[in-house]
């Protein structure tokens, strides 16, 4: 059992920053792909960003690919999301999951792996 917490949020000026982390519990870490997922005010939760689980591999929505940094530290059991240059269309609940997996080079854009998820961080970017 995975347990995850996110922490970080809140309210920025556009092309403000922002550092999202979601601290994980349990064993292994590294046994699991960690995923960024957000959801605005009535729209679908979509994908934001994913690490593999040694943290060499990672993937970017489109729209926040050069903006955001995922990254994690497996001793800290700790995924990062750093937000750059944010935009009144990046605020949302942001979300963190885990996806297990036996190959540490994975990753998933979908949400249909993630096995766990934490509660969710708000974030807010004003124009």
């Known amino acids: 059992q995975v347990q995850l917490v996110e922490s970080g949020g809140g309210l920025v000026q556009a092309g403000g920053s922002l550092r999202l982390s979601c601290a994980a519990s349990?064993?292994?870490?590294?046994?699991?792909?960690m995923g960024w997922f957000r959801q605005a005010p009535g729209k679908e939760r979509e994908f934001v960003a994913t690490?593999?689980?040694?943290?060499?591999?990672?993937y970017y929505q489109d729209s926040v690919r050069g903006r955001f940094a995922i990254s994690r530290d497996n001793a800290k059991n700790t995924v990062y999301l750093q937000m750059n240059s944010l935009k009144p269309e990046d605020t949302a609940v942001y979300y963190c999951?885990?996806?297990?997996?036996?190959?540490?080079?994975?990753?998933?854009?979908?949400?249909?792996?993630?096995?766990?998820w934490g509660q969710g961080t708000q974030v807010t970017v004003s124009s």
């Open positions: 349990g064993r292994a870490f590294s046994n699991y792909a």
């Open positions: 690490i593999s689980g040694t943290g060499g591999n990672t």
């Open positions: 999951a885990a996806a297990r997996t036996t190959y540490g080079g994975n990753y998933y854009l979908s949400s249909e792996p993630y096995n766990y």
